[in-house]
């Protein structure tokens, strides 16, 4: 395994803009700070390659902060046949955990058998699936009896539509934090001689010679704006991507179809073990996961069209009674609108497919696009084939012959913070074990010991640290990706913002003004984030 060839600390906000205003030509712009925009821009700056990436909010902001906390081949897609894809993210989630530890690791499913073929017909499906992981599988899945099913899921529902709980199948996949591992990959980008800089909008695409050759963005926090110079641009931006299409040309046609996918949040008793639970047909013929996170419980996902795209997409009460609704039924415990601590929201983008109208049909495989003045696009995809993504599209860079050649280094590279011993203070899956080798650096700020969300583990350490080390500018920025209490909690993280806010600005220089402001913009976001009764 090979490693960054440094720990760098990002600079200073004023001194990545002087980086950015300058005549410099950089080899890769890369448009788009979630999982795929921040997987191209490690892949080029691992191969050499001067790299910028910019995101016109923060990093995983979308998105890639709203996923179900799973790295996965998908055994939706083993049901429908496609193999291949299959194959694939069972390898990239292999070679994730192998080079992020610190913010991968392991978790079992237990999917339930309430009638008699169940057993056998899942039995063989999942043994396929870890035999399609081959030497990287996590763990050989296994047949349970009722007993062992209810020792591992201990709140299943004994009964089901008349039907007796049988037994079931016990098998491994991975889980992760996604905004975890978003801020790891800008802190390899750093590591590796690249740039990252959050709120950063891209405002045009600039072209010479019929060419792309930069773009124009302003600085949202100041409202300075730049031109860049670039020898490649990556249009990354996920659901997003024609918008940024529509830049070069206002009549490209559309080719996301977005899909919104809800989740809620739920209290640790509702699923006390360390084993998830997996109901692979729902009524409508979706996939309900309950998954332990961060001592809490998870629950869903929906999936259903969207036509709209809000950076803070809501979710409807049809979502989230179906998602109540379901789960209660396979649940020895009912869950109600009053035990939700939080209730989210996020658009997938998925490639367009004609003839097709229900989304849960259309592929998460990613499409590459080259358009006639150069402007590279990329969307589908999922998290765990982050890496494969950005691979593919560096290659393609180079098949169009825009860069010298430069194999890619990412299948054997450990992101920033692997490689340190575990800590038994930070068990995996933990928050603070999501540092990994900066964990001593964390616990030796002010402050570690003044917990501001007991419910996220969120301290005043955490805070300064974001600060200085993970480039957060706002409360949101904390409460919401660099530490995950918006998405446990919601009312937990509205009472700690004016501490946060404090903190952030003691870090970064802000007076009380600012304070008052990056509050009651937290609040109006967090309103989304609760359920009303």
Partial sequence: MTTATKSTTPPARDRLLAQLDTAQTWDVVVIGGGATGLGTAVDAAARGYRTLLIEAADFAKGTSSRATKLVHGGVRYLAQGNISLVREALHERGLLGRNAPHVVWPLGFVVPAYNLLDQPFYGIGLKMYDMLAGRLNLAPSRSLSRAQALADAPTLAPEVGGHRLRGGILYYDGQFDDARLAVTLARTLFDLGGVAVNYMAVTGLNQSNGRIDGVTARDVLSGTSFVLRARCVVNATGVWVDEVRRMEDRAARPIVAPSQGVHLTLPRDFLPGDKAILIPKTDDGRVLFVVPWNGHTIVGTTDGPRADLPLEPDASREDVDFILRTAGRYLSRKPSRSDVTSVWAGLRPLVKAAGEGATKTLSREHTILVSNAGLVTVTGGKWTTYRRMAQDVMDTILREHRLPHAPCRTESLALHGAGAAPDPRAPAGTPDAYYGSDLPAL?????????????????????????????????????????RALFLDSAAAVRAAPAVARILAEELGHDGAWQRQTVSDFERTARQYRLDD
Avoid at 451 to 471: D, I, K, N, T, W
Wanted: hydrophobic share 45%.
């Fill in 443 to 483: 616990r030796a700020l002010p402050g570690a010991e003044n917990m501001l969300v007991p419910a996220s583990g969120l301290s005043e350490a955490h805070v300064r640290f974001a600060a200085r080390y993970e480039l957060a500018r706002t409360a949101e920025d904390v409460l919401a990706r660099r530490n």
